[in-house]
């Protein structure tokens, strides 16, 4: 565990490039994209807020999950990578449990997901966005945005079974990564679905695990209660991750074997 962390914390911080790109989507969202539309929102106050919130008030905890979101999906392409060419491929191979090395390399994930996170946020509160960056609450907070690390980057790894080429990661880029975005409580809330009378694009966000892992990171950030979104995350987690296992289990993997093997 300790190795395989050290690892990726090492190969981060020597490719401090990728810090600079997983803050320069959410950053032009919360500048350019809240700014545009800093007037649509706020037609009325929902839930956990008080009163009205300007527009990049509400959109700063989804965009913390789309951190959070495309470093797991990232999680996936090096996992392929690892496991064709890099040290993954001689670690299967050991003597130890599946399992083990595949949680190792999630809390990796999840550790430089909450890394990457935490800047944008802080970047966010310093060009001046407002947002209840201390408090009693942040604790919660951490804990919503660690247990969203842990589920995307899980979800990261079951995806990583099936994909065997990179050319394939540009599928689970359009068909994963932004359907689970937009179809969540990221840019607007569920209300929004229900003034369009778009019915089943509102189902499709209430079964939308994001949607809830961005609400418990909303609720957990001004201290209210996120009712059942932290069971929902959790329980993902264990489902994707239990998935994943699995697929990687050279006795009864999901992913197709190579010819010889």
Known sequence: MKAVVARELLK???????????????????VVFSTGFRN????????????????????????????????????SLSMVVDR????????LTAPLPRAWLLLAKLVATAVLSLAQALVFVAVAVAIGTDLPWWGPHVPMALLAMACTALMLGALGLMLSVSIRQLENFAGAMNFVIFPMYFLSTALY????FQEADARWLLVAAQFNPFTHAVE???????????GMAPWVVLGCTLVFFAVACVGYDPQRGLAPKRQGA
């Open 216 to 226: 418990w990171i909303r609720f957990a950030a001004h201290g209210k209660d996120p």
């Open 189 to 192: 809330p569920l209300w929004k």
């Open 40 to 75: 649509v929102f706020g037609v009325a106050i929902v839930e956990p807020y008080d009163t009205y919130v300007p527009y990049d008030v509400y959109i700063a905890p989804g965009l913390v999950g789309m951190v959070l979101l495309f470093n797991g999906m990232q999680s």
């Open 84 to 91: 064709e060419l890099g040290v993954m491929r001689l670690l």
């Open 12 to 30: 981060f911080a020597r490719q401090w490039t990728r810090l600079v790109s997983a803050l320069v989507r959410p950053l032009l969202w919360l």
